[in-house]
C-alpha cells in the first residue's frame, strides 16, 4: 500500500472499508463523498477523513482528481509523528470535512506534482501533512472550540436550517455562552459564520460544478432562488452566472 497516491473518482460510485485510516484531499473537480452516514463534499482546498475500518461511499458525476493518503497503522504515526502522534489519532477517530488553509493547500498541490513512488517523498509528505493538520486542531482545542466539528456539521446540514441552539449543543454549551465564545474565536456570530460559510460552498459548486443555480441555491439551504443571487450579490458582489463564469 503507497502512503500517498493520486486517484481519480468518476460517475461509477465506490462503496467499501478497509482496515487503515484515509484522508481524500480535493485537487480538482467535485466528490461526493459519505462517511458512516455523514455526507460532505470534496473540493479542492477541502479533505474527507475516514477513520480506521470505516465503510465509506463516493462518486463523481464529473470526474474528480484527489491525492489520498493511506495511514498504515497507529504504530505508524508513532513512529513518524511522535509527540503529534496522539492529536493525529483523535483527528483520524471520527468522520470530518475540513478546509484547507493556503500553506496546506500549497503543500497538496507539491505533493501531487512531485514522483510519490519515491518512498523518501511520500513518507515526508504524508508526515508534513498530518503534523500541520494536527497543529490546527490543537490551536482550535486551545480557543476551546472544535471549529473543525462544526464546520463539518454545518457543511453537512447547509441544506437545512440550522440555529445557534444546535451548534451550541455540539459543544455542550448554553447558546448565550456559545454564542459570546464562538464569537471571541471567530469574529463572527455564529449565524453570521453560517452564511458566509454557505456562500462559501455556494461559490464552489458554481464554479466545480454543472449542478443548475436553483439546486445549488437549495443545497446551501435557501428556497427561493432570488434570495440567493441577493445574498451572493452582497457577499461577492456578482450574480450566480457571473460567478459561475469564472471557473478555475
Not at 460532505?40 to 463523481?60: D, F, I, N, Y
Not at 477517530?93 to 518512498?119: F, G, I
Request: charged share 15%.
Amino acid at each position: 500500500m503507497s502512503l500517498l497516491s493520486l486517484r481519480h473518482y468518476d460517475h461509477q460510485p465506490i462503496s467499501h472499508h478497509h482496515p487503515h485510516a484515509q484522508l481524500v484531499f480535493g485537487l480538482s473537480g467535485l466528490l461526493d463523498f459519505e462517511v458512516a452516514g455523514h455526507g460532505s463534499l470534496v473540493t479542492r482546498q477541502s479533505l474527507a477523513v475516514v477513520p480506521w475500518a470505516e465503510r465509506h461511499a463516493c462518486g463523481s458525476a464529473k470526474g474528480s482528481q484527489c491525492l489520498v493518503l493511506d495511514v498504515p497503522s497507529e504504530h505508524w504515526l508513532d513512529q513518524q509523528l511522535g509527540p503529534h502522534a496522539e492529536a493525529s489519532r483523535r483527528l483520524l477517530d471520527r468522520p470530518a470535512a475540513l478546509q484547507l488553509n493556503p500553506a496546506q493547500s500549497q503543500l497538496v498541490n507539491w505533493l501531487a506534482a512531485s514522483p510519490l513512488h519515491d518512498p523518501v517523498i511520500a513518507r515526508q509528505g504524508a508526515t508534513l501533512l498530518l503534523a500541520s493538520l494536527t497543529h490546527d486542531a490543537q490551536t482550535t482545542r486551545q480557543g476551546g472550540l472544535p471549529l473543525a466539528m462544526l464546520d463539518a456539521h454545518i457543511d453537512q446540514h447547509c441544506a437545512h436550517p440550522l440555529q445557534v441552539e444546535d451548534l451550541a449543543r455540539l459543544c455542550g454549551l448554553s447558546p448565550a455562552r456559545f454564542h459570546v465564545r464562538f464569537l471571541a474565536a471567530t469574529g463572527y456570530t455564529p449565524m453570521d459564520y453560517v452564511r458566509q460559510r454557505r456562500l462559501q460552498l455556494a461559490r464552489q459548486l458554481l464554479q466545480q460544478s454543472e449542478l443548475a443555480i436553483g439546486e445549488i441555491a437549495a443545497r446551501v439551504g435557501y428556497s427561493s432562488q432570488s434570495a440567493f443571487g441577493a445574498a451572493l450579490a452582497r457577499q461577492f458582489g456578482c450574480t450566480p452566472r457571473q460567478l459561475r463564469s469564472r471557473r478555475e
